[in-house]
Nanobody, 118 residues
Framework: QVQLVESGGGLVQPGGSLRLSCAVSGSSFNRPAMAWYRQAPGKQRELVAG???????NYLDSVKGRFTISSDNAKNTVYLQMNSLKPEDTAVYYCYSKRATWETSDYWGQGTQVTVSE
């Protein structure tokens, strides 16, 4: 069973930085694609950044130039480096893994809270 465990969230002042980590267990191969989503109170969950097994990345327009997604296949971990954080980045951030062709569902982590405030 694939499990995703996020860490690295917390409280940070505007302009600060955080690095989120997503550790993947129960999978002995590179996942087809990984991503970070976020959900703020009263809002829909949105895709923040994604990365494919080939290393291609995509970003939400509002985080381009500030956030960077990366993966360390040796450690089975995906990261989200967040710089120049703004109060509007406050949300629960979720790690996501696209299912392999023979799997029946995608996978989600439990979420980690990021709060950007004075």
């Amino acid at each position: 069973q694939v499990q995703l465990v996020e860490s690295g969230g917390g409280l940070v002042q505007p302009g600060g930085s955080l690095r989120l980590s997503c550790a993947v267990s129960g999978s002995s191969f590179n996942r087809p694609a990984m991503a970070w989503y976020r959900q703020a109170p009263g809002k829909q969950r949105e895709l923040v950044a994604g990365i494919t097994s080939g290393g291609s990345t995509n970003y939400l327009d509002s985080v381009k130039g500030r956030f960077t997604i990366s993966s360390d296949n040796a450690k089975n971990t995906v990261y989200l480096q967040m710089n120049s954080l703004k109060p509007e980045d406050t949300a629960v951030y979720y790690c996501y893994s696209k299912r392999a062709t023979w799997e029946t569902s995608d996978y989600w982590g439990q979420g980690t809270q990021v709060t950007v405030s004075e």
